[in-house]
């Protein structure tokens, strides 16, 4: 049984990490403005999170140190794996509001579970197929019938992030359950780090120098609030209430998106478009409900 302090106190770390990954659309969207390219966006997001991490695990005194094996799993997870959900979900934000494209992105705990059942790592149960179908509705809702008004572009990118991150915590969850968490993250960070400053600084498509002092602080909030908070509040969270409570807390993470979207970029959202948000976030609560422990996100590789 927690204490009940510790429960509360738990729970505020959980919803300060989801508050902290909730401004990521919306500072990217914020450096578009102010000038940014997607690659210069992702690669400074990387390098500033990446050189906080390593800081901290110093701090901690928690040891980096791992079979070169593993090293090379979670390099080719960060810029592969991870680096390609980042750039298709920060591509959507070029083409839909920041409330659809993270509405999109939180199909993957549905996705995740369907890939499972594929390939025999959970069993199907009724409340897993109300899950997937409450999700179906949801997006119904969002992008309408014929998807008027929004870019087929940008939908499109917007689910391939969710496909991408559903294939990314599946590996991980099956070749990395014997590292630290925040050694895992990390390293997959670094990785998207290099691999987008190589790419990046290689094409010539690292702007930095014309960016103005606006463009600097989005920059800077991808990674300060957009990455590091919501990672820590996680981890800290997690040990005081479990995975399971944190995972359903976590859902919280679309919401605070929507709301900041409304109160700083003055998006706006239809009533069926609303309501499509609310299912598809009752469609993870239950996913997470009836697998109790066995949440549906991956704790270890926690990002955002």
């Given at each position: 049984m927690i204490p009940l302090r510790q429960q509360h106190l738990g729970a505020l770390l959980v919803l300060s990490s989801a508050a902290g990954f909730s401004t990521l659309a919306i500072f990217i969207k914020l450096a578009y403005g102010a000038g940014a390219n997607t690659l210069t966006i992702l690669?400074?997001?990387f390098f500033l999170a990446s050189l906080c991490l390593w800081i901290l695990l110093r701090f901690l005194k928690i040891s980096p140190r791992i079979p070169t094996k593993t090293a090379v799993k979670l390099c080719l997870m960060g810029a592969l794996g991870y680096g390609t959900m980042s750039l298709a979900f920060a591509a959507s934000l070029?083409?839909?509001p920041a409330s659809l494209s993270e509405m999109l992105l939180f199909t993957y705990p549905t996705i995740v579970s369907i890939l499972s059942f594929l390939i025999g790592d959970e069993e199907f149960s009724w409340q897993k197929g109300a899950s997937?179908?409450?999700c179906l509705l949801g997006?119904?809702?969002i992008l309408g019938v014929s998807f008027t008004g929004l870019s087929q572009v940008g939908i499109l990118l917007?689910?391939?992030s969710a496909i991408v991150y559903s294939c990314y915590i599946l590996i991980g969850n099956r070749v990395l359950k014997d590292v630290h968490a925040l050694v895992a993250t990390t390293y997959v960070s670094s990785a998207a780090a290099l691999a987008f400053a190589a790419y990046s600084i290689t094409t010539g498509q690292?702007?930095?120098t014309t960016l103005p002092l606006q463009g600097w602080l989005a920059l800077a909030g991808t990674?300060?609030?957009?990455?590091i908070l919501g990672i820590l509040g996680f981890f800290a969270?997690?040990?005081?209430?479990?995975?399971?409570?944190?995972?359903i807390i976590s859902t919280a993470e679309p919401v605070l998106t929507v709301l900041l979207s409304v109160l700083i970029l003055g998006e706006a959202l239809t009533l069926l478009q609303s309501l499509g948000g609310l299912l598809v976030i009752g469609s993870i609560l239950l996913l997470q409900l009836c697998t109790n422990s066995s949440n549906v996100k991956d704790e270890s590789l926690e990002i955002g």
């Open positions: 690669t400074m997001r070029q083409y839909l997937l179908a409450i997006l119904f809702f917007g689910l391939s690292l702007l930095l990674a300060v609030f957009g990455t969270g997690i040990t005081k209430i479990g995975a399971a409570n944190a995972s």
